[in-house]
């Protein structure tokens, strides 16, 4: 079908790399993405604010919220949902996953 998003799993890195209580921060293309380990599963959110447009991966980690160094924002790693204000939109969430020790993210493609 025509106009169907689908997803390309590009490789970012072994997961060694990025062991358990880690981030990593990367940029693919003109995306700024953190990536978390936590517990031995990789989550992947853009590395943005969407209060102010900051940077937003330096921030503390509660448990699986995110919090802005900013204005104290908070944000759920698992899937980028705005959990606190003053953020009411979510940050970009990617899917993650990890095929033969190397950690992928999946971007829409368009066919």
């Known amino acids: 079908m025509t106009g169907e998003r689908q997803l390309g799993y590009y490789e970012i890195c072994s997961i060694e790399e ?10 693919v293309g003109d ?4 990536l978390f380990n936590i517990a031995g599963n990789v989550y992947a959110i853009g590395d943005v604010c ?22 104290g924002a908070r944000f759920d790693v698992r899937d980028g949902k705005a959990v606190r204000l003053p953020a009411i939109e979510p940050t ?3 899917p993650v996953r990890v095929i033969s020790g190397k950690i992928e993210i999946g971007f829409a493609v368009q066919e």
């Not at 995306?31 to 953190?34: L, T």
């Not at 447009?53 to 802005?68: A, H, I, N, Q, R």
Request: hydrophobic share 30%.
């Open 92 to 94: 970009p969430s990617y």
């Open 50 to 71: 969407t209060h102010d447009d900051g940077p937003l991966g330096e921030g503390d980690l509660d448990g699986f919220e995110l919090v802005c160094p900013r204005h």
């Open 31 to 34: 995306e700024k993405i953190v």
């Open 18 to 27: 990025l062991p358990p209580g880690e981030r990593m921060f990367i940029e």
